[in-house]
C-alpha cells in the first residue's frame, strides 16, 4: 500500500473508493450471498468506521458526502487535512493509541498533551466543547494493537507490536465504545451496555481540550499563521 505521504493522491482516491462502494450498496448490486442483508439496511443514514488509515478515512468522508450519520476513527492520523480546523458535521469518536505528545515550539503548548488529530475535527478556538466529538486514549497499547493480530501475539513480540494491554481487554474495550458511540449517536437509542468511561476508567484517559482551545485563542493573527 502507497503512503499517502509519498503518494498524496490516494488520500482523495480512498474517499472515493468509499463513497463508490456506499453507492454500489445503495443501488443493491450485490452478490447473492448478500443480497439479503443489503435490502435491510437503510443507506441514507449511514456510519463509517475504520482504523488506521481506514479510520482517517471513514471521518474525510463524513464530511463530503450527507449520508454519514457517524463517525469513528481508531488510531488514523487525519492524512487528507480535510478535517484541520474544521468542524465534523456529524458525531465523532476519536480513539488514540497511547502516544507520545507531538512537540511544539511555542513553550506555553508545549506544557500540555497534543495528539495528532487534535487540530482536526473542530474549529480550533471551540474544540473540546461538543457533546457530540469524543477523543480518547487508551493506555499501554500501539498502533497495532486496534487489529485483530492483538490476539495472536504472545510474550515479548506481544509488546513490541502492540503493546502490553491485554488483547481480550482492548478488543472487548473496542466494541463497547464503538457500539455506544453508535447506539448514541447513529440509532438515536440508550445504549444497553455499561457506560465504558466507568468500566475501563482506569485505562482509558479523555483528551481535555481546554488548555488547547486556551492557547490558541490567546494567539495572535500573525502568530496563528
Known amino acids: 500500500m502507497s503512503s499517502p505521504f509519498i ?10 473508493d ?10 443493491g448490486e450485490v452478490g447473492p450471498t448478500t443480497q439479503e442483508i443489503v435490502a435491510q439496511a437503510d443507506f ?36 487528507h487535512r480535510i478535517g484541520v480546523n474544521r468542524e465534523i458535521p456529524v458525531p465523532l469518536l476519536m480513539i488514540y493509541s ?6 511544539l ?13 487534535d ?12 457533546d457530540d466529538v ?28 502492540s503493546g502490553s494491554i491485554d488483547g481480550a481487554v482492548m478488543t472487548d474495550l473496542m466494541n463497547d465504545y464503538v457500539l455506544n458511540f453508535l447506539e448514541k449517536h447513529h440509532r438515536g437509542a440508550l445504549s444497553s451496555g455499561p457506560d465504558p468511561m466507568v468500566a475501563y476508567g482506569d485505562i482509558v484517559q479523555r483528551q481535555d481540550m481546554t488548555k488547547h ?6 494567539l495572535s493573527l500573525q502568530e496563528r499563521q
Open 7 to 16: 503518494c498524496p493522491a490516494c488520500s482523495v482516491v480512498w474517499i472515493d
Open 18 to 27: 468509499v463513497l463508490s462502494v456506499t453507492d454500489l450498496l445503495a443501488r
Open 44 to 79: 441514507s443514514k449511514v456510519a463509517r468506521v475504520g482504523m488506521s488509515f481506514g479510520g482517517a478515512t471513514a471521518a474525510a468522508a463524513c464530511y463530503v458526502d450527507i449520508r454519514c450519520s457517524a463517525a469513528v476513527n481508531l488510531d488514523g492520523f487525519d492524512i
Open 98 to 103: 497511547d502516544f507520545e505528545p507531538s512537540a
Open 105 to 117: 515550539d511555542d513553550e506555553e503548548a508545549s506544557r500540555f498533551t497534543l495528539a495528532f488529530n
Open 119 to 130: 487540530h482536526s475535527y473542530e474549529s480550533l478556538l471551540t474544540r473540546g466543547t461538543r
Open 134 to 161: 469524543l477523543r480518547i486514549k487508551i493506555k499501554d497499547v500501539l498502533h497495532n494493537g486496534f487489529s485483530n493480530d492483538i490476539l495472536l501475539h504472545r510474550g515479548p513480540l506481544k509488546s513490541m507490536l
Open 213 to 218: 482551545r486556551t492557547w490558541w485563542a490567546n
